[in-house]
């Protein structure tokens, strides 16, 4: 990394399992904010069982540059947002700052602040109770939407780019996969309508009746004791502490999502050099190769976290016929799908895109 120009903070760090956890960890280590504000929100949730597990030593730095970190519990107030915005030119934030009053704070202090968002809860227009306090920079993690939060940005004169959420190639080993005999699906923490699509890959493992062998791994403990009951022959891995070790074993990742988004498993997948089965739609048919993309049909499902969002169903038997597909493979030609997925894992590596990130958070800087 070249020497840092900007003073850059980091506000809104998570430190459990989450994505946002993931994101935000990453970012932490490779881009080495001066300061960092670390967030758990875990004890907020009523349910005990659902509190997810915390890894405050994630947040340690190992060169011997001078930085400041800071643990919150619950929801920051405004002295914590104003102690951490002294001597900061530019703060990155994914998704949540928590406590809208961030915002106008930093403009009021001249700190200028770039948000990561998540196109699900994006309610910074049309009649929102905080579209007067919008970010200096909207960043977009995918391509998903983003035509239309592009028309947004432009109709308030605001700042919007496109930078792919980066993997950390270092920290997920590269494997040479010359044979597709089991078949990953991440459920994580279930999302409204089984976004990541769990059943339907329970189904086509079910439909493939033995043909197939499948592993899920899940931070609920209610879904997998019913995968356990329902589906017996799928193995089921629950609240694994090295989310990397996801990525040791293994094939090819399933992932028939329901609705698009930011895909952190995707890209982990890829940087192990496993193929990643999906659903034909945006983003990852901007990004992955047609062959490992299967059809799927919008359904009448009604969903609007903020906007509406269209849901869809992958075929399940189309889903079960590409998963014998890459079983039936000669080890050359599953090799050759490996180090496509190395390539792609490759072209989004923090290697390749903190230098971006760099650039873009300077020229904020700039305005």
Known sequence: MTQQRVRLGLWGARMDNSGLGMQTWEFFRHMKPIKTVVIDIS?????PARRLKQYPNRYKREDNERYFI??????????????FLEDLDVVFIAESAYNMSFYPIAKELGVKVAVQYNYEFFDWFKGSMWA?????????????????VQTLCEEKNLKHVYLHCPVDRDKIKRRYIDSANT??????????????????????????DGDLKGVVYTQDKK????????YPSVDVKYNISDYTDIYKKGSVLVLPRKYGGNCLPMNEALAAGMPVIMS???????????????????????????????????????????????????DKTMREQSQIADDLAESISWKNMQPKYQEVLEALCQL
């Open 223 to 230: 879904l997998a004791n019913e995968i356990k009951r329902e």
């Open 183 to 208: 078949f990953v699906h991440i459920a994580g923490r279930p999302a409204e309508h089984d976004r990541n699509g769990t059943y339907t890959f329970l189904e086509a493992i079910t439909l493939a």
């Open 132 to 148: 007067g306090n919008p970010p200096d920079l909207f960043i977009a993690p995918s391509t998903w939407h983003y035509e239309e």
């Open 280 to 330: 034909k739609l945006s983003p990852q048919i901007d990004f992955l190769p047609e062959r490992w993309l299967v059809p799927a049909k919008k359904t009448d499902i009604e969903f609007a976290p903020r906007f509406k969002l269209d849901v869809y169903e992958t075929d399940v038997i189309s889903l079960m016929m590409r998963m014998r597909w890459f079983k039936s493979l000669d």
């Open 43 to 47: 004890q907020l949730d009523p349910i």
């Open 70 to 83: 800071r643990y919150i519990q619950g929801i920051p107030d405004i002295y914590d947002i104003r102690q």
